[in-house]
């Protein structure tokens, strides 16, 4: 039987058919016999010699056709024996999937529980890397005078400015009065830097979550952070283009794009996984 089949075959099969409607062909044919047995020998059975002959040519008649329906019982009983070993071999087959998915989760599990601290160190170490200031801008600078003209990111405490990448949007004024002066070129190295560190780590998120989806590891161990890692991304994109700066000026923006994209299709993929616990 082909895999697909149920695996008993229909009751309604020919071999089954013959056998059912086997004893409305053989038991006529027998009484049609005995029939005209007696009714050639009215008195009875005939004498030795007429009952033995009739005999075996009953028995002439009957055998083969005893002979056939043991010889279809037996291809029946063949048929049920191969129905069991496909049957058993479905439950090996099922039985060894099984085992392949579970060594499949052990050894994500595994992996997760032997790099989660990494995983853990690099998105707190790019949360850091976004919060932390790459350029400080004191009092006495031709920016800082220009910012507090403006009234922009300036510290209340003594008036010095904090560059981050999670402010450049708001203090994005302060930016381009820097990239209009002789201290443009400082920015611009410093942001670099900064945008450098913060795509590494990013990376090694990126990296790390990519090998847990394809491992099958639990979504509700790192999907969510994934995911609010991925729109902390989105956020820095936006923060840099507000800052209206040429990509080739800033190249390591075409790397954090291909993250951002990596990550939308890693993220889908999770999802779409189901969870083996």
């Given at each position: 039987?082909?895999?697909?089949?149920?695996?008993?075959?229909?009751?309604?099969?020919?071999?089954?058919?013959?056998?059912?409607?086997?004893?409305?062909?053989?038991?006529?044919?027998?009484?049609?016999?005995?029939?005209?047995?007696?009714?050639?020998?009215?008195?009875?059975?005939?004498?030795?010699?007429?009952?033995?002959?009739?005999?075996?040519?009953?028995?002439?008649?009957?055998n083969p056709m005893l002979s056939f329906l043991t010889?279809?019982?037996?291809?029946?009983?063949?048929?049920?024996?191969?129905?069991?070993?496909?049957?058993?071999?479905?439950?090996?087959?099922?039985?060894?999937?099984?085992?392949?998915?579970?060594?499949?989760?052990?050894?994500?599990?595994?992996?997760?529980?032997?790099?989660?601290k990494e995983f853990d160190s690099a998105v707190a170490?790019?949360?850091?890397?976004?919060?932390?200031?790459?350029?400080?801008?004191?009092?006495?600078?031709?920016?800082?005078?220009?910012?507090?003209?403006?009234?922009?990111?300036?510290?209340?405490?003594?008036?010095?400015?904090?560059?981050?990448?999670?402010?450049?949007?708001?203090?994005?004024?302060?930016?381009?009065?820097?990239?209009?002066?002789?201290?443009?070129?400082?920015?611009?190295?410093?942001?670099?830097?900064?945008?450098?560190?913060?795509?590494?780590?990013?990376?090694?998120?990126?990296?790390?979550?990519?090998?847990?989806?394809?491992?099958?590891?639990?979504?509700?161990?790192?999907?969510?952070?994934?995911?609010?890692?991925?729109?902390?991304?989105?956020?820095?994109?936006?923060?840099?283009?507000?800052?209206?700066?040429?990509?080739?000026?800033?190249?390591?923006?075409?790397?954090?794009?291909?993250?951002?994209?990596?990550?939308?299709?890693?993220?889908?993929?999770?999802?779409?996984?189901?969870?083996?616990?």
């Amino acid at each position: 039987m082909s895999e697909g089949k149920p695996l008993v075959e229909d009751e309604n099969s020919t071999l089954d058919k013959i056998i059912h409607y086997f004893p409305y062909f053989a038991v006529p044919i027998a009484i049609l016999m005995l029939a005209a047995y007696f009714f050639n020998f009215h008195s009875g059975f005939g004498d030795q010699g007429d009952f033995g002959a009739f005999g075996d040519f009953f028995g002439g008649i009957l055998n083969p056709m005893l002979s056939f329906l043991t010889i279809l019982l037996l291809l029946r009983q063949l048929r049920y024996q191969r129905s069991e070993l496909n049957s058993t071999a479905a439950e090996l087959r099922a039985t060894a999937e099984i085992h392949k998915e579970t060594m499949k989760h052990n050894q994500a599990v595994d992996i997760y529980e032997k790099t989660y601290k990494e995983f853990d160190s690099a998105v707190a170490n790019y949360h850091d890397s976004l919060s932390n200031s790459f350029l400080t801008i004191s009092k006495d600078g031709d920016a800082y005078r220009e910012a507090l003209r403006l009234g922009d990111g300036v510290s209340k405490s003594d008036g010095t400015i904090y560059l981050t990448l999670e402010t450049l949007e708001q203090k994005a004024d302060v930016i381009r009065d820097i990239l209009f002066s002789p201290k443009d070129q400082v920015l611009l190295d410093n942001l670099n830097i900064a945008l450098n560190s913060t795509v590494r780590y990013a990376t090694e998120i990126y990296f790390f979550a990519e090998e847990y989806q394809k491992l099958g590891v639990n979504n509700l161990l790192y999907l969510g952070r994934l995911e609010r890692f991925h729109e902390s991304l989105q956020n820095v994109e936006r923060q840099i283009e507000s800052l209206e700066i040429e990509d080739t000026v800033l190249p390591i923006t075409s790397v954090l794009n291909a993250i951002i994209h990596h990550c939308e299709q890693t993220i889908m993929l999770a999802n779409d996984t189901p969870n083996l616990d």
